[in-house]
């Protein structure tokens, strides 16, 4: 079993940044492939960002892709989401993630982080 804690939540203006930490539970953390995932006000979940098992391998979707960047520290049992030149369509609950591949529903969620982008 997994536990997933995000941080670093908050308001932004437009054009900000903010980093996003996930604290996951369990001596299995380095086997994940760890990720986030966003919802909108009125809007599916959608997925943001994945990093395999060992941090060599990371994939985005277009929208945040060269101002979004998810790391790991395995060490620490930590996964982040470093987000720059935020928009206000960034505006959602972010979703710490854990165990799926791309296309497939995670194992593991967080309880989410509240992320506002005010213009």
Do not use: H
Request: hydrophobic share 35%; proline share 3%; charged share 20%.
């Amino acid at each position: 079993q997994v536990q997933l804690v995000e941080s670093g939540g908050g308001l932004v203006q437009a054009g900000g940044s903010l980093r996003l930490s996930c604290a996951a539970s369990g001596r299995t953390f380095s086997s994940y492939a760890m990720g986030w995932f966003r919802q909108a006000p009125r809007k599916e979940r959608e997925f943001v960002a994945r990093i395999s098992w060992s941090g060599g391998n990371t994939y985005y979707t277009d929208s945040v892709k060269g101002r979004f960047t998810i790391s790991r520290d395995n060490a620490k049992n930590t996964v982040y989401l470093q987000m720059n030149r935020l928009k206000s369509e960034d505006t959602a609950v972010y979703y710490c993630a854990a165990d799926f591949a791309l296309g497939s529903p995670p194992r593991y969620w967080g309880q989410g982080t509240q992320v506002t982008v005010s213009s």
